[in-house]
């Protein structure tokens, strides 16, 4: 430890002496800590602890933990973070990252639509999803939730299944799954599940490649079940947004809700604000094999993560600000996600909002999604 | 009471403008006006949403071209259940009313015939299929029915109806699902509300 500053500071008895001061005599050895000089105190102290701090770390950390909001940084200043973070990556996980910050595409408006009568519960986006995004595996975030719901009660929340055919499915009427937990908590997927993310069309032609038909497998759809995949819904009002109390959580133009993980302080307002469920906390410190890192990274999107902050679904910013689908579209195998720009009349999205039937979850809450589930049949 | 009888007459001139407003919107649209329309966002963006790519059709290994074995059999158009090839085929697409020559040509095997006696390639099979289908067939060209891969503002891919459908028994077969999630430790599953 440096250098601590001296307790009887002269300055610290300065209004003790005041008008309505009984004693007669001036006592320098006994001062009374007023409000103002415990500030100055506590702030003195403060500094005097924190400079040698942050000396003591790396040049990086300094920086990383003096920087401003990102709203307020120069081009220069970004570059020097991403350059920053970069290295943090690399430092991590032992490859080369690149982080990119590419702004909104010109113009665009992001919707996303979902078809219900299509979904089979498969959860192929699921693991796409955690895949492409870079979220933890053990512990386990996943942005996208399947429930399943009985066809004959509709989208009863509390009645929703998301363990579907899996060792804590408490559907009594469901076929039992033998189930065997993965070897590798951090790599739960079997050879065969990977190569299907690699290489989504080996899942094609899909009636050939539906293995679900053995006794013991389970496979979807259940009869008389139908699945609502659900993730974060890009609200134009967003409650999560409006109660981050440190703007770590914005919205961009393009419509994509945003968090900066650098800014985040994990007080988990805007998981308590958002009633899809859609945010996610990194309770531990998040866990990636090397091995399966997407090195290809967008700030706001699935850079790497730290214990301690709030994570959500970008429409994966750093395909669909390249042009690109989001991962969980290209990897549906019966095509029931779509995504493209509002303000494009010749876009799928438009076609789904002009012709098919949209609901809209908590359509009530006012929180005006950008992602809407429709029927096509 | 003349009040309120006023107000609703000033909204319902007001929705009045607005239908004819959004009628002339829709027919110039219709009538094919471009000025009208945003410019697309990236050039050829419009041209390419047009354009279909489509991976090859997924036939059975070895079966394709079918002319290598029927070049040289005398068409048998009778109904009749195939025991020496094509014995896995189940057909269940309206079967009472159908049968393979009804898509397959009997002449050139290597290409199916439209009802108006027009003879395509596997890979425009979605023509075949959107005789029937046309709804579903439109949903497709939109994208909207069936998977599309690619740029959502440029190139696209799509799939074949045959793809995700067995042509002759077009029913979406059910398949294995990926690991279902863990539960959180001591905790029911909540979405923004109470749980069970």
């Known amino acids: 430890m440096k250098k601590r500053p001296t307790t009887n500071d002269s300055r610290l008895t300065t209004h003790d002496s005041g008008p309505g001061t009984q004693d007669s005599g001036p006592e320098p050895s006994a001062p009374a800590l007023d409000r103002r000089g415990f500030i100055r105190l506590a702030s003195a102290a403060a500094a005097s602890l924190a400079i040698p701090a942050l ?21 220069e200043e970004v570059k020097g973070l991403v350059k920053r973070l970069e290295a943090d990556a690399k430092e991590r996980f032992g490859r080369d990252c690149t982080i990119e910050t590419k702004p909104a595409v010109q113009d665009a408006s992001f919707g996303y639509a979902l078809d219900i009568s299509r979904c089979i519960g498969c959860r192929r986006c699921v693991h796409a999803c955690v895949k492409e995004n870079n979220e933890t595996r053990d512990p386990e975030i996943q942005w996208i939730k399947v429930l399943e719901f009985h066809k004959d009660h509709g ?113 988990r307002y805007c998981m308590a604000a958002c009633p899809y469920g859609a945010r996610h906390f990194n309770w531990g410190e998040p866990q990636v094999a090397p091995g399966d890192i997407n090195p290809k990274m967008h700030y706001l999107g699935n850079r790497p993560r730290r214990k301690g902050v709030v994570e959500k679904c970008t429409f994966c910013i750093q395909r669909s600000r390249n042009g690109q689908y989001p991962v969980c579209v290209e990897v549906c195998p019966v095509g029931a996600r779509k995504f493209g720009d509002l303000e494009d009349p010749e876009s799928e999205i438009r076609y789904i909002l002009e012709h098919k039937r949209v609901l809209i979850l908590k359509n009530e809450l006012n929180t005006r999604p950008r992602f809407f589930y429709f029927y096509s049949v | 009471m003349r009040n309120s009888s006023l107000s609703f007459g000033a909204i319902g ?18 009538a094919g006006t471009a000025d009208k329309k945003p410019a697309p966002k990236t050039a050829g963006a419009a041209s390419a949403t047009r354009e279909v790519h489509t991976p090859p059709p997924p036939f059975t290994e070895g079966i ?28 269940e697409h309206d079967s009472k009313n159908r049968w393979c020559l009804d898509c397959h040509n009997p002449g050139d095997r290597d290409k199916l015939r439209l009802a108006s006696g027009a003879l395509i390639d596997f890979e425009h099979s979605y023509l075949l299929c959107g005789q029937c289908h046309g709804p579903t067939y439109r949903d497709w060209k939109a994208g909207v029915h069936g998977k599309r891969t690619g740029e959502w503002n440029g190139e696209k891919r799509y799939y074949l109806c045959a793809h995700c459908h067995n042509p002759h028994s077009p029913r979406i077969k059910p398949i294995a699902p990926f690991p279902a999630p863990r539960p959180p430790e001591g905790r029911p599953f909540i979405l923004g509300g109470p749980g069970k």
């Not at chain 1, 065969?192 to 290489?199: P, T, V």
């Open chain 1, 155 to 267: 989208i009863d929340f509390p009645e929703a299944n998301p363990y579907y055919c899996g060792p804590n499915d408490e559907d009594q009427n469901a076929p039992k799954t033998e189930y065997k937990a993965p070897e590798n908590p951090l790599s739960p997927l079997n050879k065969k599940q990977k190569a299907i993310l690699e290489n989504q069309d080996i899942q094609y032609p899909l009636y050939q490649k539906a293995d679900g038909g053995g006794s013991n497998q389970c496979a979807v759809p259940r009869q008389g079940r139908f699945y609502v995949p659900i993730s974060c819904q890009q609200c134009r009002n967003p409650p999560c947004v409006k109660v981050c109390p440190v703007k770590a959580t914005w919205k961009e133009p393009d419509g994509i809700v945003v968090v900066d993980y650098d800014w985040c302080i994990g007080c």
């Open chain 2, 13 to 30: 001139i007001v929705m009045g403008t607005i239908l004819v407003w959004a009628c002339s919107e829709d027919t110039a649209e219709h």
């Open chain 1, 55 to 75: 000396s003591a770390c790396d040049e990086r950390a300094r920086a990383q933990f003096l920087r401003r909001h990102f709203h307020e940084l120069s081009p």
């Open chain 2, 64 to 91: 394709f071209p079918c002319s290598e074995c029927h070049k040289d059999m005398e068409t048998n158009p009778a109904r009749r259940d195939l025991t020496d090839e094509h014995t896995g085929i189940v057909f």
